[in-house]
């Protein structure tokens, strides 16, 4: 009794309900999905996937009960335990699991099957978490950093064997959290810098590239000081970009698997070819562009209804709000979105450790990454890449992997005065 | 260290957010193309085609109907796995047709890949079965109903007119944007020239459809659908009976037969020989049957009645004498010497047993020199003392009275391609001389009907009729009432007055009666129970035979039926011409023809090469 008082007194009932509000929403934008005016199911009826989420939300509630009711140490103490269970359930998916949907992602039991990967990232921030949180713990020294990368590495490596690109590419964010903890910009910088290119090599001919660059170059030797140390790292510099724009087209055409090439043509080109590799994201956009300001009302979509837009439930749920709820029921999306992350971001910053806080960093930037990767796609931002919405799309692995990631970091937060400081 | 780290996360996150929404935005309420695709991939618009109107005859007697027929529809876009074995093997076509098909649909002018084009017209019901029954294995095929004409009887082909594919031609005329490619349209006759009634009005429904194509209910529950509104039903003023008698007395001849009921305007038959089945212009073969019919010699889609021009020969001369009582330049008692050959130099002769006619004998025994007398008179009045100029102002005088008969332009039937025919005027003969002058010495051939002038047998059965009506017509039209309405046009109704007193008509009337009596057309054209008045005519085409040629009316009092017939290269008018006019005549009144021997003659006579 005791316990749960506290729990309910010290909860922060700000992050449940945005939480309760999201995952509600995604429940009626599934059954508008799959609603059909001919046959017209209840949201209900577990034949269609409605019917199915209500059951997957009710399974998170009972791990929501599950976490609360841990002791907060449970966490921290065991990460590396759990981190190193998931990796070795991703190590057994190649091996037993069963392919769905052209991905091996799957691990079974029965007719039930769950995905390790959406698991991984909860059990990789607690891993990572714990790592930085430990005694002494130094975010300068390359030591810790070949540590952490490896951390994140793992899994990486683990999921792209499983052809999951998307999920994969998660694990990148961690980087966000190690710029918080303190880790070199320049990483980040030289990342984006990379993609940047990447793209623009894509869009403008390489030689006007290396023109540009000759150019810059010499400008900047011409105008700044003469130092020939300075120069040197330029001319560095300048030869490093170059050989990144010579590899983009290796890349692109050897690395790069068809279906993948295809989406970062998509991306650049959507109407080259609307009805073949463009087909998503043409779809996507005309779904969420014919909704107009206020929308075309719920159940009243035709695009998302009708097919023409594919793996609408999950990664392409957004198309629904989009259509059927226009720029305004957008604009509530995001900001319930926006409004938890940066709620989980506040929760972090009040933690009195740093496990904690890590910890809640990781949560706010796998929002935000699966957030900004999810949405930019549908609306032709970003390369189709296939990872869900946080809460929204359908699908019980993804639900309660978010759900063990956010009410774990609830949890902690709820204690956040009992553990001793150690920053 | 670490300060202000957090404020660039959240400042990033909440960036994103906004390049989101500004992204939105754009696409969702600046650019509205977004709007136009959903509704071409999501909604289908069907087109309801109406039904088109019935033809019936003056008696409620059904002429046209439709029949139903259905179409093959492709959208392109949504044709998937195609088996083309199995396709040619549900549409009965070889893989050599069907190759054919496609490339003559991407060559199509309106051809889209998502908007949905005919593929196959005229699927028969016999093939239809089979086919509704496997069109769920060809995605992105659909089944279009529309139906087409039908006939009950093979008669009146060129006045009904027919209904076929609107041309690429007649489509890019239309300004009315009702057509599209694959539309019908009628395209002679009745058809054609009621075309707006007949035709009623499309509806659209727009259906709502998914990615394969398949149909998931009303779009916004038909709110903006629209229901096709059948074509209004059209009864015409032809007897059935009395038009299939006269195509049965035309047949193996060329020529017209042209029936008016004179107080009305109202035309009881119009034959055209020879003439088409018009169930060959329907269906499946019309391509092929079109190309036989046109290219006939014998020119079957040519409607002789209102296309056909001739001389008017001696039935002008009726004309002429109306003119000059009118103009005071003859009275009925003026007399003039039949001096055979020795008219105007020897050119104009005559003929039959007459000699010093006063102007019902002239009319009954149709005496050349007689006419040639009175259009002296008419043209040379003395007005002015210079012949030319005084010529002239007969001439003028002489044409506008010609064409208070309708005679020299179009009358305005409701029918498409009407010809005007010919009466000369001063200015045609300033032309046709090149400025030279001339007076009546050089224009007499006018006087009995030939020479310039041109009319077409309708003209001539209205002449008829004008007569019956004793001074006016009401212009002759083939439809007595359309839709619910059940009236004709306003202007069938409007009466038409000559410039020639009531009263000369008697004497035109008495002359007539005394043909059909006594004179030229006294044998054949004569009724027992019924004083026929009526005038032979024969078109001269030497070294051919001529154009026999008859009008005719009866009653003489209280007139029922004015007749024309032509029969082309048949001989006098008091033949072929006079005893299908009696029998017509016949037929009208009493219901039955009693004349066995005159029939036997009239369908004994071929005519055709």
């Known amino acids: 009794m005791r316990n749960q008082e506290v729990i309910s007194y010290k909860m922060d009932w700000i992050t449940v309900a945005l939480y309760a509000t999201i995952v509600f929403l995604g429940w009626l934008n599934i059954y508008a999905v799959t609603y059909d005016q001919t046959t017209d199911l209840s949201i209900f009826n577990l034949q269609i996937n409605s019917g199915r989420q209500l059951l997957f939300i009710a399974g998170a509630i009972i791990i929501i009960m599950g976490i609360l009711i841990m002791d907060m140490r449970f966490y921290e103490t065991f990460a590396y335990v759990i981190y190193g269970f998931i990796m070795f359930l991703l190590l057994l998916v190649p091996v037993i699991g069963k392919e769905v949907g052209g991905n091996k992602a799957w691990l079974g039991i029965g007719s039930f099957g769950v995905q390790p990967s959406e698991f991984a990232k909860f059990a990789t921030a607690l891993a990572v978490a714990k790592f930085m949180g430990s005694v002494g713990f130094k975010m300068d020294q390359l030591r810790n950093q070949v540590i952490l990368f490896i951390t994140i590495g793992i899994p990486m490596v683990l999921i792209l064997l499983q052809k999951d690109t998307g999920t994969a590419l998660v694990f990148t964010v961690f980087t966000l959290v190690f710029f918080r903890e303190g880790m070199s910009p320049l990483l980040i910088i030289m990342g984006i810098i990379a993609a940047v290119i990447f793209i623009l090599t894509l869009l403008v001919n390489e030689f006007y590239l290396y023109g540009a660059i000759a150019t810059l170059l010499m400008s900047a030797i011409i105008l700044g000081k003469k130092k020939w140390k300075r120069i040197a790292y330029l001319c560095a510099g300048a030869m490093l970009i170059c050989t990144v724009i010579a590899s983009v087209d290796y890349v692109v055409t050897d690395v790069l698997k068809p279906h993948q090439q295809n989406r970062v043509k998509a991306l650049i080109n959507p109407d080259a070819d609307p009805l073949g590799f463009g087909w998503n994201v043409t779809q996507s956009k005309i779904a969420i562009g014919s909704g107009g300001f206020t929308g075309k009302g719920f159940l009243k979509g035709t695009q998302t209804k009708f097919d023409f837009v594919p793996e609408q439930s999950t990664d392409f749920i957004f198309c629904t709000i989009g259509e059927e709820h226009g720029w305004l029921g957008s604009l509530f999306t995001m900001t319930l979105f926006i409004g938890l992350m940066l709620r989980v971001i506040f929760l972090a910053e009040r933690q009195k450790n740093r496990f904690a806080r890590v910890y809640g960093y990781s949560v706010a930037c796998i929002f935000f990454f699966h957030f900004a990767i999810n949405i930019g796609m549908t609306i032709g931002l970003f390369p189709v890449i296939g990872i869900p919405l946080p809460f929204f799309s359908y699908g019980g692995s993804g639900l309660w992997g978010f759900t063990i990631l956010l009410f774990i970091l609830l949890k902690l937060d709820i204690h956040r005065s009992q553990v001793l400081q150690r920053m | ?609």
């Open chain 2, 1 to 609: 260290m670490n300060e202000g780290r957090k404020e660039i996360i959240q400042i990033v996150i909440v960036l994103v957010g906004v390049i989101f929404l500004v992204k939105l935005f754009f696409i969702q309420v600046i650019d509205s193309r977004y709007k136009q695709l959903a509704d071409s991939n999501a909604i289908r618009a069907e087109v309801d085609y109406p039904v088109r109107g019935l033809i019936k005859d003056r008696n409620g007697k059904l002429i046209v109907f439709n029949t139903p027929e259905f179409d093959l529809n492709i959208i392109h876009r949504e044709v998937r796995n195609f088996d083309s074995t199995r396709f040619c093997e549900v549409f009965s076509k070889t893989p050599e047709e069907l190759r054919i098909l496609f490339k003559e649909l991407k060559a199509r002018r309106e051809y889209s890949g998502v908007k949905p084009t005919i593929f196959l017209t005229k699927l028969s019901t016999l093939d239809f079965a089979k086919i509704q029954d496997n069109i769920d294995e060809f995605p992105g095929f659909y089944i279009q109903a529309r139906s087409t004409r039908a006939y009950t009887v093979k008669a009146g082909a060129n006045a009904i007119g027919y209904v076929s594919e609107i041309s690429k031609a007649m489509l890019d005329r239309d300004k009315t944007g009702i057509y599209k490619q694959g539309d019908y349209i009628g395209q002679s006759g009745i058809e054609a020239y009621y075309e707006e009634f007949l035709r009623g009005q499309r509806g659209v429904r727009f259906k709502l459809r998914n990615v394969d194509g398949v149909e998931k209910g009303s779009f916004k529950n038909g709110a903006i659908d629209t229901l096709s509104i059948p074509g209004q039903d059209i009864t015409t003023t032809l007897d059935l009976d009395l038009q299939q008698y006269g195509e049965y007395l035309m047949n193996g001849k060329s020529g017209s037969i042209i029936a008016i009921e004179p107080a009305t305007g109202e035309i009881l038959a119009m034959v055209s020989g020879p003439s088409y089945d018009p169930n060959l212009l329907t269906g499946k073969n019309y391509s092929s049957n079109f190309v036989l019919i046109s290219n006939d010699t014998n020119k079957p889609l040519f409607n002789r009645p209102l296309m056909a021009q001739y001389r008017p020969g001696s039935i002008f001369k009726i004309a002429q004498a109306m003119v000059a009582l009118q103009e005071r330049v003859i009275t009925p008692d003026t007399r003039v010497r039949c001096i055979r050959k020795g008219m105007a130099g020897g050119i104009i002769g005559c003929h039959g047993d007459h000699t010093n006619e006063d102007l019902r004998g002239a009319i009954t025994h149709s005496c050349n020199p007689y006419f040639y007398a009175v259009l002296r008179r008419m043209l040379n009045k003395g007005v002015s003392n210079n012949p030319f100029d005084d010529t002239r102002i007969g001439l003028e005088e002489w044409n506008k009275h010609m064409r208070s008969f309708g005679l020299g332009k179009p009358l305005g039937i409701d029918l498409p391609n009407e010809k005007g025919g010919m009466v000369p005027s001063p200015a045609y003969y300033d032309r046709a001389y090149g400025g030279r002058p001339w007076k009546f010495s050089n224009i007499y051939s006018i006087a009995i009907g030939e020479g310039e002038n041109l009319v077409v047998p309708l003209q001539m059965a209205n002449f008829a009729a004008i007569i019956a009506n004793k001074g006016y017509y009401i212009v002759p039209h083939l439809v007595k009432g359309i839709g619910e309405t059940g009236k004709p046009l306003p202007k069938y109704s409007e009466k038409h007055y000559t410039t020639i007193d009531s009263s000369y008509f008697r004497i035109a009337a008495d002359a007539m009666q005394q043909v059909v009596e006594s004179g030229t057309g006294s044998y054949r054209g004569k009724l027992q129970d019924v004083i026929v008045c009526g005038k032979t005519g024969s078109v001269q085409n030497e070294p051919r035979p001529d154009h026999s040629v008859f009008i005719a009316y009866a009653p003489k009092e209280n007139p029922k039926i004015a007749v024309s017939v032509y029969v082309e290269y048949s001989g006098q008018g008091a033949r072929a011409a006079a005893s299908i006019a009696s029998l017509m005549i016949e037929k009208y009144l009493f219901g039955e023809t009693k004349r066995p021997q005159i029939q036997e003659y009239v369908l004994r006579g071929k005519f055709l090469n």
